[in-house]
């Protein structure tokens, strides 16, 4: 076999393995990485990278190598899951930046973060003043998360006194132009209906990209023609 063949080959054969260990492994290894989530995620990618592109190395020997680490993977997050002291030992602790609307100089000292990093962490939360924040806590996961202080939150509805009636999750009553007939049985409707809610709007079925129905009984519709406004 010559070598571009065989290149290709353990290329395929590797994403292949790959993706299966990645579905194994769970959509956490997706999101925000553990400091050794972090580690095997690089051992992983580099064990790979020498299958697909080193002759030399064995394959069966290199799939033996990244089988033993997803499953050490999985094994410290198991552990994780059941005991918080190890948690905080592979995961990592949260460490407060600032309380009680004070910045505490010595814990950004022990994540070595500066104060132009903290001010930029918080621009990104839309908080341009130290001043306005209660509380902001560094993640383990490398995420700030603040609670601003009163005066500066959003008025919510309950701080009004308001009841307002439960928002869910809009309904797709069409996709990609396409009657979903299981979802308009699901909440009690007929596709006559739905005909009956375009003809309000003057469209037709075959018109409308994308039809939502909202909890507070809004219908609101994307064109296959962009340049008609949606409604």
Do not use: C
């Amino acid at each position: 076999m010559s070598d571009w063949l065989e290149i290709v080959g353990r290329s395929f054969f590797t994403l292949i393995v790959l993706f299966l260990l990645t579905k194994f492994l769970g959509k956490k290894q997706l999101s925000k990485l553990s400091y050794f989530e972090y580690i095997v995620g690089i051992i992983i990618g580099d064990i790979a990278g020498t299958l697909t592109m080193s002759k030399e190395a064995n394959l069966f020997n290199g799939l033996t190598s990244l089988f033993i680490w997803a499953g050490a993977s999985v094994v410290i997050s198991i552990i994780s899951l059941k005991n918080k002291k190890f948690r905080d030992i592979v995961e990592g602790k949260a460490t407060v930046f600032i309380k009680d609307g004070k910045i505490l100089e010595k814990n950004l000292r022990k994540e070595r973060i500066s104060t132009d990093e903290l001010l930029e962490m918080l621009r990104k939360k839309d908080v341009f003043s130290a001043s306005e924040v209660e509380f902001a806590l560094l993640e383990a996961d490398g995420e700030l998360s603040i609670l601003l202080k009163r005066d500066y939150r959003p008025v919510r509805p309950s701080e009004l006194w308001l009841h307002l009636p439960e928002e869910k999750e809009p309904k797709s009553l069409i996709m990609d132009g396409d009657v979903m007939t299981e979802v308009l049985a699901n909440i009690g409707k007929s596709e006559e209906w739905l005909q009956a809610k375009l003809k309000e709007k003057e469209v037709s079925i075959e018109e409308v990209y994308l039809a939502q129905l909202h909890s507070d009984g809004r219908l609101t519709l994307d064109y296959f023609d962009d340049a008609k406004p949606d409604t």
